[in-house]
């Protein structure tokens, strides 16, 4: 069981910048790729950002191209999604998720372990 600890959400302006945090309870976190995902109010969960294991590729959904910036430190068992340029479109619980095999990287069904969420809210 790989547990995930998603932290940094909380309440901004328009224009402004969070830091989110996830911790993952494992021994072998180098080997997972890491995904966040989020759903907005009345919308369904999608794709934001992902970083492969080894932290060489990472991919971004249109949507937040630009903005945001995914990183790891394997170190501290971490995955990081800085958020810069907030929007009022980017408010919604924001997931993290961990997945052995991953190929495309952008899908949820790759991803086998989820956090509970942490909550982005950005005011106009």
């Known amino acids: 069981q790989v547990q995930l600890v998603e932290s940094g959400g909380g309440l901004v302006q328009a224009g402004g910048s969070l830091r989110l945090s996830c911790v993952a309870s494992t021994r072998t976190f180098g080997s997972y790729a890491m995904g966040w995902f989020r759903q907005g109010p009345g919308k369904d969960r999608e794709f934001v950002a992902a970083i492969s294991w080894s932290a060489a590729s990472t991919y971004y959904a249109d949507s937040v191209k630009g903005r945001f910036t995914i990183s790891r430190d394997n170190a501290k068992n971490t995955v990081y999604l800085q958020m810069n340029s907030l929007k009022p479109e980017d408010t919604a619980v924001y997931y993290c998720?961990?997945?052995?095999?991953?190929?495309?990287?952008?899908?949820?069904?790759?991803?086998?372990?989820w956090g509970q969420g942490t909550q982005v809210t950005v005011s106009s």
């Open positions: 998720a961990a997945g052995l095999t991953p190929v495309r990287h952008t899908v949820e069904y790759e991803y086998d372990y």
